[in-house]
């Protein structure tokens, strides 16, 4: 019988390998939607401002709506929240096509179609940290958590690279076609699986259970630092892939395959950060993977800024993604091992809105200040403020992992005393 080797262990339940194969092939188009859109808002507009408004416009319905998607991935069975979700983002983005392939885009389009599908992703982000979690058993869950992680950026490194390809010949419009059929895999494989060991929502009902996850994070202080350090890194640190239309043709001279280029390498990086946790078998020493990350991201940040060559660009977009990924990933892992399965969807809702919902407000000021400053100094100074995000959380270590270990231990202990939920096997 086929064995999975270690680092792929969670491959072994069949609904979590459904929902790997069909993310993927999503993902890909969404990483495709991507680059051509910033492309597309680039070449309409030609200005920093538009693209960082874009990016905030896509993203702020994240920290709006967050809280109400992580209450409504507590309180209804996320497979079919996602199922939902996916097919809403496939009717939008067919939409985008359209009007793009027929030549009547304009930039009102691009950013009512970003709103709407951000607000979508508000409940689709919960719901899929929830999902996961509910297809492995818990010893394998990091495992599964890396091996999702190592999913996204293997998509981010095909995805620009086909999207710089796509958008040179025949123009922005089929990246955006693309995309929405690609979103027929991941419902495809969601409709396929099977669903008797996935647990029913548990929420407590009531105008009070949005705040119960708000309670239980301002009562934990290690999920409390990491959420923190994940909002300032998205903040200050995220804009540099909002401007790296303008590092690919006004700084590096490259234009859109120079684009693709840029956003594939880092996704190089990110996918090698991810393999590298999928290696691992415990959450131990994490915590100081998290610290070291934090830094080494603003620091390869502003090297990159410095940069007028784009080989050296690229090579230094290597650790830009390898960092980034590293910390967001061992910070998920951490915070999903401390948290109830009760509050499991709330808790990570704030987890995306300080991920993804922090970051269209650093667009938008990234935006504004490349506007006044130039690029480079806008992701220079973003970058040393990671570093010193990273440093603080650093010498803060040893204090953080004594809560840390305290709060996994209780968590642990609570779940032992309830019977073990079933999962899905092979």
Known sequence: MFSFPDALRALRYRNFRLFMSGQLISLIGTWMQTVAQSWLVYRLTGEATWLGFVAFAGQFPVFILATVGGMTADRVRPHTLIVITQSTSMLLTLILALLTLTGH?????????????GAVNAFDIPARQVFVAQTVARPDLMNAIALNSSMFNGARIVGPAVAGLLVATVGEGWCFLVNSVS???????????????IPRARASAGGSAMLEGFRFILGAKPVRDLLVLIGLLSLMGMPYSVLMPIF???????GPRALGLLMGTSGVGALAGALSLALRRSPRGLGRWIAVSAM???????????????????????PVGFTLMVEMAS??????????DLLRGRVMSVYSMMFM???PIGALLGGALAHKLGAPITVALGGGGCLLAGLVFALRLPQWKQGAQLLYRSEEAARLAESPEPVEGP
């Open 105 to 117: 885009v304009q930039i009102w389009h691009i950013v009512t179609t970003s709103l709407l599908l």
């Open 248 to 254: 690919a043709d006004q700084i590096l001279h490259g």
């Open 331 to 340: 910070s998920n892992t951490l915070i999903q091992m401390m948290i109830p």
């Open 296 to 318: 080494g991201f603003g620091a390869a940040l502003v090297v990159f800024s410095f940069s007028r060559s784009l080989p050296l660009s690229v090579m230094i977009l290597l």
């Open 183 to 197: 979103y027929l895999a991941v419902i495809s494989g969601l409709l396929a699986m099977r669903l008797d060991g």
């Open 357 to 359: 919902g922090m970051a």
